[in-house]
């Protein structure tokens, strides 16, 4: 019925969209596994089941909740209408600091509990860097 070209050109054609469509799955699936996902204290305490997975929890660090022991760094982080209490071992950012911006990469005790990995210290748009304000010569 159909030439012998015509059928290998059909199996060369379904053999490139197997090839694309397995290569698509691969490449979903291996991204899903690195994406952390980011909730505020508030979506937190809404969740109806904990995720075992790493997130990120942002919001501003609570003030006088900074609490530095000789290994680790207990704070709270607030998005105003709800809080988490942190726990960090490491060096924490130069920006870190009560009243400001910051997110909390790790994973979840407990709706009010995280244990922290990473902690990323966020500025805001004026910042500048130090050599950058020195070569405009500002202070």
């Known amino acids: 019925m159909y030439g012998r ?11 490139i969209l197997i090839t694309l469509i397995l290569t698509t799955f691969l490449i979903l699936n291996s991204l899903e596994e690195n994406v952390v996902y980011f909730k505020s204290p508030s979506e937190i305490k809404s969740l109806t089941e904990l995720d075992k997975n790493k997130i990120r929890v942002g919001g ?22 709800n809080e988490i209490n ?3 071992s490491g060096a924490v950012p130069s920006l870190f ?3 400001k911006g910051v997110v909390a990469e790790g994973f979840l005790k407990d709706r009010n509990f995280f244990s922290a990995i990473k ?11 130090p050599e950058v304000k020195e070569a405009l010569g500002e202070k």
């Open 5 to 15: 070209k015509v059928k290998l050109r059909f199996l060369f054609v379904v053999i």
């Open 97 to 99: 600091a009560e009243g």
């Open 119 to 129: 902690i990323l210290a966020k500025h805001d748009e004026n910042y500048m860097p």
């Open 60 to 81: 501003m660090v609570k003030k006088n909740s900074i609490s530095i022991n000789s290994d680790e760094v207990n704070f709270i982080i607030t998005d105003f209408k």
């Open 86 to 88: 942190v726990i960090y």
